[in-house]
């Protein structure tokens, strides 16, 4: 599923028009975005937490080369399911 087809799931579940329902998905995922490049986290009661992990730097290995490499640190975002949602998936 991507960001229109959700979109359109919105809007059939909430009974609302095809735009505002698009317009409230892209809302909600620039407030998970804005939050997290704030360093904060965003939890959802019985779905999930999304939150930042910290990534080191360390060496690799350019596998065409075999020329060793530094690879600088960076942070990538990390979601956590709820244990409503695993149950959910788990039936």
Do not use: C, W, Y
């Amino acid at each position: 599923m991507n960001k229109t087809e959700l979109a359109q799931q919105v809007a059939s579940r909430a009974g609302v028009d095809a735009s505002a329902a698009k317009s409230a998905v892209e809302a909600v995922f620039e407030s998970i975005a804005d939050e997290l490049a704030n360093g904060g986290e965003v939890s959802v009661s019985g779905f999930g937490k999304f939150s930042v992990s910290d990534r080191a730097a360390r060496q690799g290995v350019n596998p065409a080369t075999g020329e060793k490499i530094q690879i600088a640190a960076s942070k990538a975002a990390k979601f956590s399911a709820a244990s409503g949602l695993k149950g959910k998936l788990n039936g």
